[in-house]
């Protein structure tokens, strides 16, 4: 199999191999010893500029701690955890990208299922709570900086399509609007067999291809195969963090970083080496265990944004960090998309014989079925299209002339 199928490493010069392609979102978990209070020049530059989120496991926790049972409690203030709308509402977040993750345990099992169960629990958080609006049938553009706070949902691995495409297009029917190939595992058959067309189909539908938890490999075949951007919605530079999987490069690809102690350094490190405009945050908030003090929860990303002042960012580089690198990525995902309009759904499928699965119903056996039972099914004679026969002729003069004969009432 491939070496990129599963997480792995590699050097730093793969990234300059895709020139202007990601967007590196920025995971928060564990990279700064502290930060202290913020002023109010942060707070005035994310009013102007308020976040976008690339990544968030609210709905993991609700699961774990309320089996999604969103009647047990009130998202407005939830003390033990790190989100909640009020704390969105103070950290100048506008939009967040929620996850619908499922074990990978569930592969090949009931993953789709527990997946349509996350992509309904935050369905209904966006829809039952007025503060939250609810991102589905919409452009990126209207992605507002209003009060309401947008919802985005993505999926976080691969394994919750099952390897069907028509499962990757249900999804998007109800609001998934990004999918990341992987995490911590994968199954061989559905990268060997439709790895290019599950990448190809999200081009078509206008999906974000989002390369968290992927390999070195992994993520060149991707960017080989994409026609549009990809992000990292939760990642880190490898060069200073080498336990993160995957890092930066640069053709209009956003890593949007993660907190780890010392996360900062990582933003740094990426404006040298891609530039300021492949930078954005994935928090990774209710997924990661520890954040540094000072950014325990999502009210605190003013403090982040203090912190790059203090290391001499300009506000025009914040403006993409905050917001405008992930939505410049989403716009030309979205015209890739309009480009696509007149490409037809992928019917690429896997054979149950290659997937050899005992969780899989095999079906071919029907078909076999269902032409015996054709071939023993007598048939009625089909409509005549062509010149009538001279009997046939004969019958029907008849019948006119006896109509004809008979009175009109």
Known sequence: MPSWIFGGSGSGSFWMQFPRLVVILSSLSGLVSGFSGTDVSAHDLMS??????????LALKLRILHNNRLSQINLHNVSKLATDISRLRAGHVQAQMFAAYVVCQAQNKDAVMLTLEQIDVIRR???????LELFVFKRSSQLNDDDIKTCLISVEGGHSI????????????????????????????????VFQAVVEEMNRLGMIVDLSHSSWDTAKAALKISKAPVIFSHSSSYSICNH?????????????????????DHFDHI???IGAESVGIGGDYEGAANFPQGLEDVSKYPALI??????????????????MNFLRVFEEVERVRD????TLPSEVQISPQKVQNACRLDLSHLRGQLRGHQSH?????????????????LVWATVLLICSLLPLY
């Open 271 to 273: 404006k040298r080496v």
């Open 162 to 193: 099952d390897s069907s495409l028509s499962v990757l297009r249900t999804f998007y029917q109800l609001g998934v609007r990004s999918i990341a190939l992987t995490h911590t595992l994968a199954d061989l058959i559905v990268f060997k067999c």
């Open 125 to 131: 958080m966006c829809t039952e709570y007025e503060d």
């Open 377 to 393: 099914t007598p048939t009625l004679p089909r409509a005549h299209h062509g010149p009538l026969e001279p009997q046939s002729l």
């Open 339 to 342: 480009e696509l309009s007149g």
């Open 244 to 264: 993160i999987s995957l890092t930066l490069f640069a053709f209009e690809i956003i890593l949007l970083l993660f907190f780890h102690f010392g996360f900062t």
């Open 306 to 323: 203090q912190e790059l002042l203090l290391r001499n960012w300009r506000e025009d580089e914040l403006a993409g960090v905050l917001r």
């Open 48 to 57: 102007k500029y308020p976040l976008i989120d690339g990544h968030n496991d």
